[in-house]
């Protein structure tokens, strides 16, 4: 329990410290992560995600307006049944699955939730009460003159993914063998950018796999379920730009952008809904992203 898994500036974070504040959302934590349960917790993908989502809580706990590092308990809660709701599963029935009902705490979907998502749920709450949504039309069209990529921008990309999991458990390899990965793909981003074929350099990378000709790809547009920092990096780079590399929570992904293309502006009225949350995300990601630059941040 006193092992180090991430520094945020001089402050080590334990495994315990996650341990205890997890409490408040998993009680059962003080029991079941000491036996034969945490052990295989401790060493996984999932509790990779909670301390990611810890350091970030610690970070935004930096900012003078978050009073707690989680959110009150009835708040927390909520969110968590809210989250939950989202993701239905086969074992809530098909009812549930109809129903717009919010899953109650006794639901297997909420459990799962409540036990391996809590603190990225608490890091949402938080974000989301630092940045509340704008729907005020001057400031939504201020945001799509400046930000027109968000909404109109689609890119076909190929991508080459440089993975700092385990491919068996997905735990996160230790922190000098994701350096050395990092290099890795520092040096397949300056042979790219020196002009040799993405098809060849992949092949090399990544084994034999067929190369798909660059129309069948799909395109992507800011609405497209991918890590924030990869979708700000290939929206706002050009046709036949590299890019890279990206720290995403897999690994390091370089990226060649083969086509770019700009939808039609939509009608304003008709896309008000869309802007606000884009705005909002795009503001909740500024803020995260400046909060981290001013500590130095270590995961282990």
């Known amino acids: ?29 003080a029991t079941e992560l000491l036996g034969e349960y945490g052990d295989r917790f401790f060493d996984s993908d999932a509790f990779d995600a909670w301390v990611d989502a810890y350091v970030d809580l610690l970070v935004l706990h930096r900012d003078p307006r978050v009073r707690a590092l989680l959110p009150d308990p009835p708040v927390l809660r909520a969110a968590m049944r809210e989250r939950a709701s989202a993701f239905p599963s086969a074992s809530d029935g098909a009812a549930s699955r109809a129903s717009s009902t919010t899953p109650d705490s006794a639901s297997p979907v909420y459990e799962r939730v409540r036990r391996l998502q809590g603190f990225d749920v608490a890091r949402q709450v938080i974000l989301d009460q630092l940045v509340p949504e704008s729907r005020n039309p001057e400031t939504l069209r201020r945001h799509l003159q400046e930000r027109p990529w968000q909404t109109s921008a689609r890119a076909r990309v190929r991508t080459i993914l440089f993975s700092t999991r385990d491919p068996v458990t997905g735990k996160r390899f230790p922190r000098a063998r994701r350096e050395q990965i990092r290099e890795d793909a520092e040096r397949v981003l300056a ?11 992949e092949r090399q990378v990544l084994g034999s796999r067929p190369f798909k000709p660059t129309d069948t790809l799909a395109w992507m547009s800011f609405e497209t ?20 590399p990206i720290a995403t929570a897999d690994g390091y992904v370089v990226a060649k952008i083969e086509e770019r293309a700009t939808k039609p502006p939509a009608d304003f009225d008709k896309i008000a809904g869309s802007l606000s949350t884009s705005l909002r995300r795009h503001e909740q990601f500024e803020l995260l992203q400046k909060l981290r630059s001013d500590v130095e941040i270590v995961i282990y």
């Open 191 to 201: 042979r790219l950018r020196a002009g040799e074929p993405f098809s060849d350099v």
């Open 225 to 244: 379920p991918l890590p924030a920092p990869l979708l700000y990096a290939i929206l706002t780079a050009s046709a036949g730009e590299t890019v890279g």
């Open 1 to 29: 329990m006193a092992r180090p898994v991430a520094r945020v500036g001089t402050h080590e974070v334990t495994i315990g410290e996650i341990a205890e504040a997890a409490r408040a959302f998993y009680p059962e934590a």
